[in-house]
């Protein structure tokens, strides 16, 4: 049985959804762990360590490059669930995911200005407001509004995941902070998108949550296996949340 083809693998997710779920959590889970001590080896071979200043809660250089590992499980993870062809988003996400891990690794290897880092997350976010399925046209009554004009829409939307993206970047740096919000988010949105049958969104935060799960492993280590998620594991895991609040 080749379980890379496109209609075992639907047939599969038809017919053990609940399965599928929980395998794909200890698929990015393990995956994850798998690679992360990778990506610490080539940053101390190379020795791509994040330096320590008056910011820093860390006494010792420590690695910041596991948005490497991040991304790498991410993308296949994204790459297997459009063959389930249950939405274009993945295409979209992707694209953008791709956008701001590159705005981040550079940042984690050199160092990138505010301008270059604001302008990363607009072409990002723009593949997110443009997508047809996440465009916003109706506010359902909050705050007494309900449809409203595209240009607004793209606007609200806009603002909401720029945001997203800022605050969880401010958040990495703290042993296990980051790694446990982006978890609990997750898990909750899991749920939500379960329980409203939007399958896609589901397999999206489980796979983030096994991610996240494995990270906190490394990220809480006291030795030479703690690793922190840098801006490419920040910028990319806010982005993913701000999709999802969408």
Aim: hydrophobic letters at 50%.
């Amino acid at each position: 049985m080749n379980i890379l083809n496109q209609d075992i693998i639907l047939e599969l997710f038809r017919n053990n959804y609940l399965l599928f779920i929980a395998v794909l959590y200890l698929a990015t889970c393990g995956f994850t762990f798998y690679l992360i001590p990778k990506v610490l080896w080539v940053s101390k071979e190379k020795n791509l360590t994040a330096g320590v200043n008056e910011r820093s809660s860390h006494k010792v250089e420590i690695p910041s490059f596991g948005g490497v590992a991040f991304y790498m499980c991410i993308i296949l993870v994204l790459a297997m669930i459009q063959s389930l062809r249950l939405t274009y988003v993945g295409n979209h996400l992707i694209a953008a995911i791709t956008i701001l891990f590159m705005v981040g690794i550079k940042d984690d290897l050199v160092v990138s200005t505010a301008r270059v880092k604001f302008f990363g997350q607009i072409a990002a976010t723009c593949f997110v407001i443009f997508s047809p399925e996440l465009q916003l046209h109706n506010l359902y009554g909050f705050l007494g509004i309900y449809e409203i004009p595209q240009s607004i829409g793209i606007m609200i939307t806009g603002f909401i995941v720029i945001a997203l993206i800022n605050a969880y970047n401010l958040i990495d740096g703290i042993d296990g902070l980051a790694g446990i919000i982006g978890i609990v988010i997750s898990a909750i949105y899991a749920w939500i998108f379960y329980t409203t049958n939007h399958p896609f969104y589901v397999l999206i935060s489980v796979s983030v949550t096994g991610i996240l799960s494995a990270y906190l492993r490394f990220n809480f280590s006291r030795g030479h296996r703690k690793i922190f998620m840098g801006d490419s594991g920040s910028l990319i895991i806010g982005l993913i949340l701000g999709m999802k609040t969408i």
